[in-house]
């Protein structure tokens, strides 16, 4: 029997098989397309994710929300009226308000179950890079350590966790501001490629341009060389968006210039993919710094 619920939000692109191998609480965040609301459950139980990404290859417009605080409110209470303590790790707050309404919550709900203990850790992490958080916390319950020993961690080491990913389609970016106009008309004419990260404060990056999707795969596994440590004990996740061969290719190349304990491969979900769009390719690992 777990200590303590252990929840994150449905963009940690988790696969429903981990999120219930884990033992974990998966809050199904919101998206519309093409004007019908859906819910970003790791089953993809409200809309298959290959046809989500179809859509947006055929033009349609989705768009995200975040939590609010009464939703935060209505999904937490519940664990603590049944005498559990409750550890939350949210969506990075440099990429979204869910972390802001997690903490409203939070005061909230310390003033209704005084005697119970909820925590929330703000990620500063996106995609399977949250999932790959709550892996490692999952594994610290797992093996008996407490709710504030877990939080602890987290807080010392998220920093360690490393994103690189490629976007195929830099339209996708230009809507999300990430790139100017003329930009994603130019590079996409010269088959120009960015490889981006996540900074120290959970924002988006724009590290280097390469040509070419091939020389932006390399890319990431280039840059894991530069900054990962110990990979031979590692667990590696690789997110993408709807282009599982890119995928194999980045996790083949990893296996064949370092050693790593294992990969796991796994869809990037709608609420991430309204930004990022198909054919992302993303590698999580931890490092010596992001």
Known sequence: MCKFRLLTDSTADLPASLVEELDLQVYPMAFVLEEKAYRDYPDGRELDIHAFYE???????????????????????????????????????????????????????????????????????????????????????????????????????????????????LHHLKRGGRVSPATAVVGTMLNIKPVLHVDDNGHL?????????????????????ETVENPEEQMI???????????????????ETMTVRDIRIHTIGPVIGTHSGPGTVALFFLGSHR
Not at 205 to 225: F, N, Y
Not at 237 to 255: K, L, M, T
């Open 55 to 169: 859509s947006l290859r055929h033009g349609k417009m989705s768009s995200s929300s975040q939590i609010n605080q009464q939703q935060m409110v209505d999904w937490v209470s519940p664990f603590l009226e049944n005498g559990e303590d409750v550890l939350y790790l949210s969506f990075s707050s440099g990429l979204s308000g869910t972390y802001q309404s997690a903490r409203l919550a939070q005061e909230e709900l310390r003033e209704r179950f005084p005697d119970r203990t909820f925590t929330v850790v703000d990620s500063l992490c996106a995609s399977m890079g949250e999932g790959l958080l709550a892996y490692y916390a999952a594994a610290m319950r797992q093996k008996g350590c407490t709710l504030k020993e877990t939080a602890a961690w987290l807080e010392e080491n998220k920093l360690k966790l490393c994103h690189w990913f490629t976007v195929d389609d």
């Open 237 to 255: 996740f690789i997110s993408h968006g709807d282009c599982p061969q890119d995928a194999e290719y980045v996790a083949g190349r990893i296996r």
């Open 205 to 225: 990056i724009p590290m280097e341009k390469v040509r070419g999707r091939r020389q932006s795969l390399e890319a990431l596994v280039r840059h894991m060389k």
